[in-house]
């Protein structure tokens, strides 16, 4: 069979391509992070730890961190449950205009995120609150809300309506329905969805440069504006930390729905 | 005393007292009005963004005046005129457009054999591994990637040095037009790949046996039968991607390095450059206008797709 054997080849050779594109970063910032040398080169100077000993010695970048940490925090607190909610009263009850309902609730998806970004840093600054961090993590819950509802529809639609009228019918008031039935029911939902909104948040880029001042960088500002300049690897060593937290996300996912759940058809 | 407290323990009195408290708070007679109370938190955060909408197009509407440096008070057209007519933004709008198309076709002609094999592999441990690489870059983000491209194509780069090894001088392969669009390219590829998948895992593998053993080559049976019947995917895909890399701002501002900007970048400069508020807000609602309407178009032509909220089985 050459036809199929031809036809291997061609994917594979597409499929490696792909992956080389896919992973060549990961593994070079991964690489670079160990080199013992002070600027980044090939072949690599030996292997050391340094650049983590120095990156924990740098107040500032250590201080993104944290802020990072902080705007993910509070963008998975207000969103478990804003998106709990809705996406438990989309999926269950019947919502007269649910279609511009959720027309209108995947503007965060339709508006370029650019538009997002400049509109709501109008909007925090009219205010007058930009520059602290609870906005940043307002907006990366806005605009990244439609995974979470997606998230809890998904689990909440194979909730049978029959087991709540069965706690019903035993006597339990609504809201004992609600934390014991429903809420349970959907809890794998809200891990995957609190997940890709934690994750999501600690990396954003755009709206958080938007958002920023000089005193509030994220991380991801942080990096972006050292790279400009001179690359050192301590900027490496720091980019590990998104390296392992996907790596972390990735494999909670995984065991949580499954990865494969994205390959289903609808 | 005591036996009445076993009997009836400290949590069912505190569970009573919040269900009298919920009933209180929300009569079972508002009950029809119950799933719009649920969904108000979120109809009101996505309301942010209403109303920063609202402001870029009031912002829109004023120019900028030179010489206070202040917004002017009456409303105008101007910005509009401005944008639609200068050179230098037909310039970026070209640049970028170009662009996310070129990218577009180049992410779309790697993605789908790499959702094909995904799906049509018999082994779950390459499949896994595939889905690995994929949701790996797009978890990282997209400064420590294009980080990444700095270190391996930078003049004191991975490939300058190893070429150096050989005695090639440095070459410049950063900081122009080609780079930003490889950067674009693998930033898209996870997007690309997450829309074919399930349009291809909907094809039912038996049609290809079919085509083949009605004597097809596998290149006929691609071009007659799996193509085809990919559409969809490939539509809904290529609108993402256009839509994503025409607005994209990181990789044209990283690897392009501000010779290569898009409109997203044009956007920034205006805002954090020239202060030129009004100029910038119109720049994002054309920018806005065009991408709902491309976003729309997916929508309305395939449905949300993987994102559907209607609850589709799992």
Redesign the interface.
């Known amino acids: 069979m050459t036809g199929s054997r031809s036809k291997s080849v061609v994917i594979w050779t597409f499929v490696i391509a792909a992956l080389v594109m896919l992973s060549a970063p990961t593994i070079v910032v991964l690489g670079a992070s160990f080199t013992a040398g002070n600027i980044i080169t090939f072949p690599p100077e030996g292997l050391s730890l340094k650049w983590y000993g120095a990156i924990a010695q740098a107040s500032d970048l250590r201080q993104a961190f944290i802020r990072s940490l902080i705007v993910a925090t509070i963008c998975t607190i207000v969103s478990i449950p804003v998106g709990t909610l809705a996406g438990i009263a989309l999926a269950k009850y019947r919502v007269r205009f649910a279609r511009s309902i959720q027309i209108y609730l995947l503007l965060p998806f339709t508006i370029p995120l650019i538009g997002s970004g400049i509109g709501m840093m109008l909007v925090f600054g009219n205010m007058g609150v930009l520059g602290r961090l609870w906005p940043v993590g307002i907006a990366c819950c806005v605009i990244n809300l439609p995974f979470m509802i997606w998230a809890v529809t998904a689990s909440a639609s194979n909730l049978s309506p029959d087991l709540e009228l069965a706690a019903a019918n035993c006597g339990a008031p609504p809201l004992q329905r609600f934390l014991y039935i429903t809420l349970p029911a959907v809890l794998p939902g809200v891990i995957t969805g609190s997940l890709l909104m934690f994750i999501l948040a600690l990396n954003e880029f755009l709206v958080s440069l938007l958002l920023v001042d000089a005193r509030s960088v994220t991380l991801p500002v942080q990096i972006y504006n050292s790279i400009r300049s001179i690359i050192t690897p301590d900027l490496a060593a720091i980019s590990v930390v998104f390296i392992a937290s996907a790596a972390i996300a990735i494999a909670v996912l995984d065991r949580l729905v499954g990865l494969d759940i994205f390959l289903k058809s609808k | 005393m005591r036996r009445s407290r076993a009997a009836y323990p400290w949590t069912w009195r505190v569970?009573d007292g919040?269900?009298s408290l919920?009933?209180r708070l929300w009569p079972?007679r508002f009950e029809k009005g119950?799933?719009?109370l649920?969904?108000a938190?979120?109809?009101l955060?996505?309301g942010?963004?209403?109303?920063?909408?609202v402001?870029?197009g009031d912002?829109s509407l004023r120019v900028l005046d030179t010489s206070t440096f202040l917004m002017s008070e009456d409303l105008t057209l101007a910005n509009y005129q401005r944008a639609l007519t200068e050179s230098f933004f037909a310039t970026v709008a070209g640049r970028s457009l170009l662009g996310s198309v070129i990218v577009t076709i180049v992410t779309l002609?790697?993605?789908?054999?790499?959702a094909?094999?995904?799906?049509r592999t018999p082994s779950s441990a390459l499949?896994?591994f595939?889905?690995?690489?994929?949701?790996?870059?797009f978890?990282?983000?997209?400064?420590?990637?294009?980080?990444?491209?700095?270190?391996?194509l930078?003049n004191?780069?991975?490939v300058n040095?190893?070429l150096g090894l050989v005695g090639v001088p440095p070459m410049r392969l950063l900081y122009n037009y080609p780079a930003v669009l490889f950067g674009l390219?693998?930033y898209m590829?996870?997007f690309a790949v997450?829309m074919l998948?399930?349009?291809l895992?909907?094809i039912p593998a038996e049609l290809e046996s079919a085509a083949?053993s009605l004597g097809a080559?596998?290149?006929r049976t691609f071009r007659h039968v799996v193509l085809p019947l990919a559409r969809p995917g490939l539509v809904g895909a290529g609108l993402v991607v256009v839509?994503l890399s025409?607005?994209d701002?990181?990789i044209p501002?990283?690897l392009g390095g501000g010779s290569q900007d898009f409109?997203?970048n044009a956007?920034?400069d205006q805002?954090f450059r020239t202060s030129d508020q009004g100029m910038?807000?119109t720049l994002?609602?054309m920018?806005?206008a065009v991408?709902?309407l491309l976003?729309?178009l997916v929508?309305m032509l395939f449905?949300?797709?993987?994102?559907?909220?209607?609850?589709?089985?799992?």
């Open positions: 569970m919040l269900e919920a009933a079972a119950l799933p719009y649920m969904l938190p979120a109809v955060l996505v942010i963004l209403v109303l920063g909408l402001q870029i912002s002609i790697f993605a789908f054999p790499y094909y094999l995904m799906v499949r896994k595939l889905l690995v690489a994929l949701f790996l870059p978890f990282i983000g997209q400064v420590v990637r294009a980080y990444g491209w700095l270190i391996i930078g004191q780069g991975m040095e190893a390219v693998q590829l996870p997450l998948a399930p349009a895992t909907a083949s080559n596998w290149l839509t025409l607005t701002f990181a501002a990283i409109i997203a956007i920034y805002f910038g807000a994002s609602l920018l806005v991408g709902s976003v729309g929508f449905g949300a797709g993987t994102l559907a909220m209607t609850g589709g089985r799992k």
